[in-house]
């Protein structure tokens, strides 16, 4: 009598046995190590033979490398780069915890807020949402490229400025930059940490639609998860 008068109940796997589980958990861990690595460009192979977690010379003066953890460099990235790699290195981070803010906020935003279009009926899964757009209105897929194109080359010319320091793309519309230089590097770091936070969240958020079929307010709603408990 349930299951008639309410909606069916969210089965999180196809089976009942725990390999999806495993599956899950890996496909999380694949994509929180892309998440962490896809800033960090490629490695440069040292004659050193044992990890070391120990930050090299070229983090020296960086926001964020003196707190918390401050000697956290598995992989050695910062050990054989000179300054212009770690700079580059930095806007790579800066650029992806930015587009990671972004998409966690829009994927929560989308499924309480859309357009007026039926093209956005499957707001509670980004995948599928995308999907529709891509095979419904191919021409605004196409807007929805050039534009982040656009945004990438007008980043890139900012950033190709000599002098210029990682991240920093002359954008401030809002003149939110503390004049006072403590307060400003207090700002970078929050900015820093909450762009780490939203590459974990948003690689989370996407696990969980790829592998159980249901978008993260969809399966709050359904009382499948719940983030609180």
Request: glycine share 8%; proline share 9%.
């Amino acid at each position: 009598a349930h299951h008639a008068c309410g909606p069916p109940p969210i089965r999180l796997f196809n089976h009942p046995s725990p390999r999806p589980a495993s599956m899950m958990r890996s496909v999380v861990f694949a994509l929180s190590v892309a998440a962490a690595s896809a800033f960090m460009g490629p490695a440069v192979r040292s004659g050193a033979s044992r990890m070391t977690m120990k930050l090299g010379p070229g983090m020296d003066g960086f926001v964020g490398t003196d707190i918390e953890l401050p000697d956290w460099d598995p992989l050695g990235f910062s050990n054989n780069a000179n300054p212009a790699t770690m700079e580059w290195y930095r806007a790579a981070e800066l650029k992806h915890g930015r587009i990671a803010m972004l998409a966690a906020l829009g994927q929560l935003f989308q499924s309480y807020y859309t357009l007026p279009d039926p093209v956005f009926s499957e707001k509670d899964k980004p995948f599928a949402a995308l999907a529709k757009v891509c095979n419904e209105r191919p021409l605004a897929a196409l807007q929805i490229l050039l534009a982040i194109f656009a945004v990438e080359t007008i980043g890139q010319f900012q950033q190709a400025k000599p002098g210029q320091a990682g991240g920093d793309l002359n954008f401030d519309p809002l003149n939110l930059k503390p004049e006072d230089p403590e307060q400003f590097e207090t700002q970078q770091l929050r900015e820093l940490k909450n762009g780490r936070l939203a590459m974990l969240a948003i690689a989370g958020m996407l696990a969980s639609e790829a592998t159980k079929g249901y978008g993260v307010i969809e399966m709050w709603r359904a009382g499948a998860v719940n983030p609180f408990v």
